[in-house]
T-cell receptor
């Protein structure tokens, strides 16, 4: 069974430029998460989807961040414009039930210069 | 709100030493508890889980027991190997319909030969 796939693995952009990350969850997993992981910290939730509906986006900085999950499968997270403080690892995860835990992709390491 | 507190690292051990990484939590209801491991440059991997009080999760020689009375989920391994060097995260799923994984800050483990 294929795991959660994210792309790109690494991205370097100049500040004020836009950037987008893509995630393909495990087949059959209705719940999809985007997490932010700063260096030396645990992941923090940005947004959670149940199918195509964003049910928890309270931690998403909506002035510059946006996300979508068309057809309840793949998802895209966008930052526009990027700031220096956005440099971090962006993790996508999916799950089927609460008790099973969430399965993570390898993440996208973003560097804003 | 929900929170997870892990012992601060880094933890440095010699090969074959005994490992304990403490984890305590605060949550409403009856959360499910998890340990994740993150190897250098990789995403998070689910190591073990427990979904109710007194459950013991185990995998790859690691164990953790869900202690409701002390709100703890300490990770243990009887004999660590160099290959166990990684960052370990304790996490919980809060109750109800809030399928949100809340993470601790992580504990860096280094095992020397």
């Amino acid at each position: 069974e294929a795991g959660v796939v994210q792309s790109p693995r690494y991205k370097i952009i100049e500040k004020k430029q836009p950037v987008a990350f893509w995630c393909n969850p495990i087949s059959g997993h209705n719940t999809l998460y985007w997490y932010l992981q700063n260096l030396g910290q645990g992941p923090e939730l940005l947004i959670r989807y149940e199918n195509e509906e964003a049910v928890d986006d309270s931690q998403l900085p909506k002035d510059r961040f946006s996300a979508e999950r068309l057809k309840g499968v793949d998802s895209t997270l966008k930052i526009q414009p990027a700031e220096l403080g956005d440099s971090a690892v962006y993790l996508c995860a999916s799950s089927v039930t609460r008790g099973a835990g969430a399965f993570f992709g390898q993440g996208t390491r973003l560097t804003v210069v | 709100g929900d929170s997870v507190t892990q012992m601060e690292g880094p933890v440095t051990l010699s090969e074959e030493a005994f490992l304990t990484i403490n984890c305590t939590y605060t949550a409403t209801g009856y959360p499910s508890l998890f340990w994740y491991v993150q190897y250098p440059g990789e995403g998070l991997q689910l190591l073990l889980k427990a979904t109710k009080a007194d459950d013991k999760g185990s995998n790859k020689g690691f164990e953790a027991t869900y202690r409701k009375e002390t709100t703890s989920f300490h990770l243990e391994k009887g004999s660590v190997q160099v290959s166990d060097s990684a960052v370990y995260f304790c996490a919980l799923y809060s109750g109800g319909s809030n399928y949100k994984l809340t993470f601790g800050k992580g504990t860096l483990l280094t095992v020397n030969p």
